[in-house]
């Protein structure tokens, strides 16, 4: 069949439309010269993908009322029904020394996802509570932990349809042969809910894919982009200056199937940090009127790891479903969209305005007035995080002279000057953060001293101080950055100073 639109969104589970279309993409394990990954070894390894899974829910029954699943024909006779790789334990390790906790354990593999409990207020599993089998540990805690129904005997992502689907059905077997495993080792009273899966066996309809084939974009989100290692005392990774979405997973969750050479972070390279979605991750590098999305954007094998978690999908989704309207209605094409600051920033404006973060602040609610403002003017570097060290804003704390000043130049783009002699004494080169900023201004003629040959660049600015300031810059739009902002002596507020550079941000982007 064909379809014909201005804008098609590419998120099938796998990526398919990218092998249909012959759109540029990559396909498991990339080579250091393709991402530029340290980490990254100098060959592609295609076939080092992450495994894939069939979910199946169960229901702890009453005893000896368990459902026996069924045993696979070919269970404990082929590689991917190695009862060897099947436990119902939970390895936990506290200080050298490694213990087991059993399947139905408070903190087992059952309690891991459980999606029902009976007793609201027990930690314990009761008769009556279900969960979805999704993950087992190891028979031995040094093998790592991806067996139970994880299947990493193949891959998907570069098979031919039949190849595929045999694969497919080899899984599904895996997860039957784990829930049948559970039945006869320890855990017989588990029932199946096919009624919750529409499916006989309670074994998902589909599988949960882990890595599909990623399209070649105008931005690669690389393994130096997210991970801990690369920012050091720092509560986020990158904040991409063209961000239309955050995400989290606390790291790099690599499942990795069974193919020789995978490459595996340790430490502080597997840490993930808080992260946001660059809009450029979403728009192939030359293939117009199409917009990637799910698991086939701008990532790597590594940093998919991450940004494949569901909640990342869903702001992938919302990032990819704005940027593909907004390019219907602007006509135009989302590179386009991406590389022009005016319509960046009012794609931007258009998501936070619907209450969607696009940059980490933990104390800034999408109800608040100045959301939109405070987002924005984040990702664009004008008035940023206070600290790097936490993820707050601060919108209540108060604004010295030396941030309003960097926050204006770098609003108007001006060429910064840094004279080798000061025009103020508490202002010296090599001394204070904020001189080339505040020297600038000067050599503009937008701001003056306090008297005395002094700038008093960490006293708090008043809300008349910046009103002075803004008609110096932008006299024009004066009166129109200060609509809601009382122009009198109280001290200016960080969302205060967010709400007017908003305010003169968009008119000079003629927003």
Request: proline fraction near 5%; charged fraction near 25%; glycine fraction near 8%.
């Amino acid at each position: 069949f064909t379809v014909y639109a201005k804008v098609v969104v590419e998120a099938t589970d796998l990526g398919d439309l990218l092998e249909v279309g012959d759109v540029p993409s990559r396909v498991g394990q990339e080579a250091r010269s393709e991402t530029d990954e340290a980490i990254l070894p100098e060959d592609a390894r295609p076939q080092c993908q992450q495994s894939f899974t069939f979910d199946v829910l169960v229901e702890r029954t009453q005893p000896g009322k368990g459902v026996p699943i069924g045993m696979p024909t070919e269970y404990g006779r082929v590689p991917w029904l190695n009862l060897q790789e099947f436990t119902g334990d939970f390895w936990v390790r506290k200080n050298t020394v490694w213990k087991k906790r059993d399947f139905f354990n408070a903190f087992g593999i059952f309690r891991y996802r459980r999606l029902l409990r009976r007793s609201l207020y027990k930690k314990t599993i009761s008769p009556g509570d279900v969960a979805v089998i999704n993950w087992g540990t190891s028979s031995h805690p040094e093998r790592g932990q991806c067996c139970g129904n994880d299947y990493r005997t193949g891959y998907l992502v570069g098979l031919d349809r039949s190849e595929r689907q045999q694969q497919i059905a080899r899984a599904r077997t895996r997860a039957q042969a784990y829930i049948h495993y559970l039945q006869t080792n320890g855990s017989p009273d588990l029932k199946p809910r096919g009624d919750l899966t529409w499916t006989k066996d309670g074994i998902a309809l589909e599988p949960y894919i882990r890595e599909a084939r990623r399209g070649i974009a105008m931005t690669t989100i690389r393994h130096e982009d997210v991970a801990a290692s690369f920012f050091p005392n720092q509560a986020r990774a990158r904040t991409f200056n063209d961000t239309l979405g955050i995400g989290q997973y606390h790291y790099l969750d690599l499942h990795g199937n069974l193919v020789d050479g995978h490459v595996s972070p340790t430490g502080k390279d597997v840490i993930a940090l808080p992260f946001t979605l660059p809009a450029g991750a979403l728009v192939p590098i030359n293939t117009d009127g199409l917009v990637l999305s799910a698991k086939s954007i701008g990532t790597t094998h590594i940093t998919n790891a991450a940004y494949r978690m569901h909640p990342v999908e869903w702001a992938i989704g919302e990032a990819g479903g704005f940027l593909a309207a907004f390019s219907v209605w602007t006509g135009k094409q989302p590179r386009e969209i991406v590389r022009n600051e005016s319509l960046l920033r009012k794609l931007q404006g258009f998501l936070t305005r619907n209450g969607i973060p696009i940059v980490w602040f933990d104390d800034v609610a999408h109800t608040d007035q100045d959301f939109e403002a405070i987002q924005v003017m984040a990702a664009a570097g004008i008035v940023n995080s206070e600290n790097e060290k936490n993820l707050h804003f601060r919108p209540y704390a108060s604004v010295s002279r030396a941030v309003v000043c960097t926050a204006l130049v770098s609003l108007l783009g001006l060429e910064k000057n840094t004279p080798a002699q000061p025009s103020f004494r508490d202002v010296q080169p090599g001394q204070h953060w904020a001189y080339s900023n505040i020297e600038t201004l000067k050599a503009q003629n937008m701001v003056a001293g306090v008297g005395r040959g002094r700038f008093a660049p960490d006293q708090a600015m008043t809300r008349q101080q910046l009103g002075f300031l803004v008609k110096k810059a932008m006299p024009k739009h004066h009166e129109a950055a200060f609509v809601g902002t009382p122009r009198d002596r109280r001290i200016v507020q960080r969302r205060d100073l967010s709400r007017v550079l908003y305010a003169l941000l968009k008119a000079k982007l003629a927003i």
